[in-house]
């Protein structure tokens, strides 16, 4: 059973994501790292350096530094090529001053890593493999071609050259890891942010809608009773006026379109008045309301509400809160999308726990995924699609929404396969497909009344 979601944009590409003025910055750093570190060779470890070259190469990173702070504006933000010219810039300067200051024989010369994590960071993979190349071929060829690193009395600084190859290999382990590493980190952070922006939206959504409803139910039980007097009127208009065809005919026309403005009202008021009564309901009764918009899609769904297995506690009262309707409406969906025939949805409740299941008759989560059920932009393993519905991918976002809603709302969710859970029960032996099992503390969810409670005053409907 895998999640239903459309293919999103590659969230790879990070065009005018970075800004100008922050590689700026940052090159300004290693600028100024770059002058100390010379400085100190020079005057503390009285190194013998190619000084003019050194200082060129600087100068043309403070060179593109000044023009790109005098032509572009403070915001200017660079798409994925321009990054990538720029971090492939700085890469070069450093090839360059490594070069100069005996190249792998230089303790800095780790400093190559740097573009690469960056890279990762913000740019595609694409980009990021070929200043991942790039730096190992840059490391490579620094081993035979550098000027060497020489004292004022002629000694020459060199590291033997099993501590050359161990660092060239360090460098070459450091590039691929931390760019695996960044690349993944940074991934999951953007998934899960588009995943959380996804549910807030569905969030809002909903809460619109239940607010729309209490508002058309409330008007719906206001104009009850203008709409009442004006039927009986037009009722006794009509009595009166028998002698008269014509106008007869027009008191019955006026009842017969009191009566429709009365069932369009209350066929549009049917999410409730928002008054005590209305904003709480049987615990069956949510259950059955959030799969409703599911029940007319070719899939039989079954419900099942009762006690939990020795408690005679009674059915509780709930609070209809968006999030709840809104995540088990998601697990419904996603159980009617795989199900073959028949999806089972059953409510249990004791003193201390409120538990509902839903399951269906499909072929289940696939068994390497169970672990992962819930995470955002989750894929098939393989990058595959069900053959039976192309249209799904597998991406995990709408499970996530659904547990991540119904987890604020104070459930804990479980998921699982039937074959697994029903192995030995032949009373639910046809529920062989995916299970999700939600389970509330009582006090979370229950509205705390019960029946034959007093509901209090209804709140009046301000403009």
């Known amino acids: 059973m895998a999640e239903h979601r459309t ?7 990070s065009d005018n994501w970075i800004r100008l003025r922050t590689l700026v ?4 750093w290693a600028i100024m790292g770059q002058i100390s570190a010379l400085i100190v060779a020079q005057r503390l470890y009285n190194l013998e350096l ?22 572009f504006p403070e915001n200017k933000r660079l798409t994925e090529s321009q990054t990538l010219l720029v971090v492939l810039f700085d890469m070069l300067q450093l090839a360059l001053m490594l070069y100069l200051t005996g190249g792998l024989h230089n303790p800095f010369s780790i400093l190559i890593v740097g573009p690469v994590t960056v890279s990762a960071s913000a740019l595609s993979s694409r ?17 035979p071609f550098h000027l060497p690193l020489r ?18 290999f360090a460098i ?13 980190i940074v991934s999951e952070m953007r998934a899960m942010a588009e995943a959380l922006q996804a549910t807030q939206m569905a969030l809002a959504r909903e809460q619109k809608l239940t607010d729309l409803g209490g508002v058309v139910a409330a008007a719906a039980h206001e104009l009850g009773t203008p709409l009442a007097t004006i039927k009986l009127a037009s009722s006794e208009l009509a009595e009166e006026l028998a ?13 017969e379109q009191a009566d429709r403005c009365r069932d369009i009202l209350r066929s549009m008021g049917r999410a409730g008045k928002d008054d005590l009564h209305l ?12 799969a409703d918009p599911h029940i007319d899609r070719g899939k039989s769904i079954h419900f099942e509400h009762a006690p939990a297995e020795g408690s005679r506690a009674l059915q509780p009262e709930i609070l209809r809160r968006p999030e709840v309707i809104h995540g088990l409406r998601n697990l419904v969906q996603n159980a009617v999308d795989f199900a073959r025939a028949d999806v089972w949805v059953e409510s249990r409740w004791s003193d201390d726990e409120i538990t509902v299941r839903i399951m269906d008759d499909g072929r289940g989560y696939p068994p390497h995924l169970l672990g992962r059920i819930g995470d955002p932009l989750m894929r098939r393993r393989g990058g595959g699609r069900d053959p039976r519905r192309p249209e799904y991918e597998g991406m995990g976002l709408g499970l996530f929404i659904a547990k991540t809603l119904l987890e604020r709302s104070g459930a804990d969710l479980s998921f699982a396969n039937g074959t697994e859970s029903f192995r030995h029960r032949l009373d639910r032996a046809q529920r062989t497909g995916a299970v999700v099992e939600v389970r509330w503390p009582r006090a979370a969810i229950a509205s705390g009344t019960g029946p034959g409670m007093p509901l209090g005053e209804n709140q009046p409907i301000r403009a």
């Open 151 to 168: 004292t004022a009395d002629g000694f020459f600084l060199r590291v033997p050259q099993i501590f050359l190859f161990g660092n060239w």
């Open 127 to 143: 980009s990021t493999i070929f200043l991942g190349v790039m730096s190992i071929l840059i490391v490579s060829l620094l081993i």
């Open 7 to 13: 293919a999103p944009a590659d969230t790879s590409d």
């Open 50 to 71: 190619e000084i003019g070259l050194c200082y060129l190469a600087i100068g043309a990173s403070v060179i593109s530094n000044l023009v790109a702070g005098f032509v």
């Open 279 to 290: 904003r709480r309901a049987p615990l069956s009764a949510v259950v059955e309301e959030a």
């Open 243 to 255: 002698d008269t065809p014509d106008l007869r005919d027009d008191a019955l026309l006026i009842r």
């Open 25 to 28: 910055l940052l090159r300004w």
């Open 172 to 184: 070459v382990i450091a590039v691929i890891f931390l760019g695996v590493y960044s690349r993944w």
